[in-house]
């Protein structure tokens, strides 16, 4: 089991940057593989990134590719999701999860954090 706390979120500009981070506990973080996810209000929670246990697979979702850099360092039991030229459109509450399967499915991820509002202002 893995309990996960998510930080970094807050209010950005839009065109701006933020880095969020994903702090596990627990001694076995470097097996689970790990995802961010994003929940707007009124809308459904979406995939934004995922990285396998090793860093050698990583999924971006098509609206933040080329935007966003999702990166872990298991010896800190840390993930991290760069964000940088914010929208307007990336504002939502972003979630950190832990799973045992690789992939862009919620239900791929077992484990969540409480999450950490990003607000982008235009």
């Known amino acids: 089991q893995v309990q996960l706390v998510e930080s970094g979120g807050g209010l950005v500009q839009a065109g701006g940057s933020l880095r969020l981070s994903c702090a596990a506990s627990g001694r076995t973080f470097g097996t689970y593989n790990m995802g961010w996810f994003r929940q707007a209000p009124g809308k459904e929670r979406e995939f934004v990134a995922a990285v396998s246990w090793n860093g050698g697979l990583i999924s971006y979702a098509n609206p933040v590719k080329g935007r966003f850099t999702i990166s872990r360092r298991n010896g800190e039991n840390t993930v991290y999701l760069q964000m940088n030229s914010l929208k307007p459109e990336d504002t939502a509450v972003y979630y950190c999860?832990?799973?045992?399967?690789?992939?862009?499915?919620?239900?791929?991820?077992?484990?969540w954090g409480q999450g950490t509002q990003v607000t982008v202002s235009s």
């Open positions: 999860g832990a799973g045992s399967v690789f992939g862009t499915l919620a239900s791929n991820f077992g484990f």
